[in-house]
């Protein structure tokens, strides 16, 4: 999935229109009524700078590339008091100080050629001010002292602020996201952007992982500071910072175990048994379903894994399948293949779920579980819609004459409409 050429959506526009008329309001209002409080703009400027730049070599995927940064912003935007004494810094200022830190810690990244993404710059700013909104006039006029006192209530208060601004954020994640799903070309063949939901879905289940810890820690900084002053930030920023290089580390393995199962799949092309780009094609487009269907994201890594091994059995035969295609074989034919590759996938040390999957993906899908039915019917809809073949709309009618038995039906018209917003064509090879 691409962005649409050079034209920006418009709700990308929007997005990046709102952030960038909150950036000069913030900085204009900074520098015409000055700094307030400039000891405490320049240590959580530095903290976000830091963080920004900690994002150094920051691994494709990443949801959140600097949580240092992240959590040092919401704590300037929920900070009430430092040391016992009330602060003034304001709405704006928050902006400001977090658009000047940005905008110091991008030139190192400018100068590498890896400048940060214009909409996750956006949507950091517009998170942060919606915390910054919801806070800071609350607190400034004493209201939040007369409803919620200082205990325990005000801390509950504080979480449920962070809560709504995470959702905020995923809010805006899924919607940019959205906008930049239709593949490129397929807009005036009738394709369509993803539907929100499963987007909404994959961010709001993220915010379990690293978007938790960057919100407590940015509740714990304020907290911190308004009880100790500025000392608190740097004791504080070393727990996170910690889980940073250790999540990077994770990440790092991670990517590795992908590239070598890749790798293993690609063996069957480079032998000359699949179709060049094959199982990439299938691992796409299987993914694609599977969040259609609503499959988590550890059911979609193990359903993507199954997808990329799943002709890995072939290696086996003798004599190659005509084309690679499997799904034109007879059902004892295809079964013994699946179990041949189940069996290759144990010896390698991927995960077992991986195994049964790729196992049992030419069982009746009554007997199948979801995974190795998604599978089945993505890898014959590829096998079958090859030029040579009867193309997309023919396999996908041939798949609909199998719902009896082989195909789940509901799999199969999921995967009609990830195709129809591709406007019915095949993933490309490569």
């Known amino acids: 999935m691409t962005r649409v050429g050079s034209q920006l959506p418009p709700v990308v526009l929007a997005v990046r229109g709102a952030a960038a008329m909150l950036a000069v309001a913030g900085l204009g209002h900074t520098l015409w009524d000055g700094v307030h409080e400039p000891g405490h703009a320049l240590a959580f400027g530095v903290l976000i700078t830091v963080g920004e730049l900690a994002r150094w070599g920051a691994l494709p995927g990443e949801r959140e590339p600097a949580p240092l940064g992240a959590a040092g912003a919401l704590a300037y935007a929920l900070l009430g008091r430092s040391g016992g004494a009330p602060t003034t810094h304001g709405l704006l200022q928050v902006v400001a100080v977090l658009v000047a830190a940005q905008l110091v810690a991008c030139v190192p990244h400018v100068a590498r050629g890896s400048g940060p993404a214009p909409d996750r710059v956006a949507r950091r700013i517009l998170t942060v001010a919606f915390a910054a909104v919801c806070f800071q006039p609350l607190y400034n006029s004493g209201r939040t002292a007369d409803w919620f006192g200082e205990g325990p209530y005000y801390v509950l208060f504080m979480l449920l602020l962070l809560v709504l601004t995470a959702l905020c954020d995923a809010v805006l994640a899924a919607l940019l996201l959205r906008s930049h799903t239709v593949p490129h070309g397929f807009k005036s063949m009738g394709g369509t952007p993803l539907p929100y939901g499963p987007l909404l879905r994959d961010e709001l289940r993220a915010l379990i992982g690293i978007g938790s810890a960057v919100c407590a820690t940015g509740v714990v900084m304020a907290l911190g500071v308004a009880v100790a002053g500025l000392w608190a930030l740097p004791v504080l920023c070393v727990p996170l910072l910690l889980t940073q290089v250790s999540f990077r580390r994770f990440v790092a393995v991670r990517t590795t175990y992908r590239q070598m199962i890749t790798s293993l799949a690609r063996s069957t092309e480079i032998a000359g048994y699949t179709p060049h780009g094959h199982a990439r094609r299938v691992a796409v487009l299987c993914t694609a379903v599977g969040r259609e269907l609503g499959l988590s994201g550890s ?62 993906q030419a069982d009746p899908f009554r007997e199948q579980p979801l995974s190795a039915r998604i599978v089945r019917a993505v890898n014959a809809y590829d096998d079958l819609s090859g030029e ?37 064509t095949p993933v490309l090879p490569g």
């Open 299 to 360: 059911e979609l890594t193990v359903l993507e894994y199954a997808a990329l091994m799943h002709d890995i059995g072939q290696l086996s035969l003798v004599d190659p399948v005509p084309d690679g295609a499997t799904a034109t074989l007879p059902a004892a034919e295809q079964r013994r293949i699946a179990l041949l590759g189940g069996a290759v996938v144990r010896q390698t040390g991927v995960d077992t779920e991986v195994a049964v999957v790729v196992e049992r």
């Open 388 to 424: 040579s073949l009867i193309g997309p709309l023919g396999a996908l009618e041939q798949l609909r004459l199998g719902t009896g038995r082989d195909y789940q039906p509901e799999v199969v018209e999921s995967l009609a409409r990830v195709l129809a917003r591709g406007g019915l």
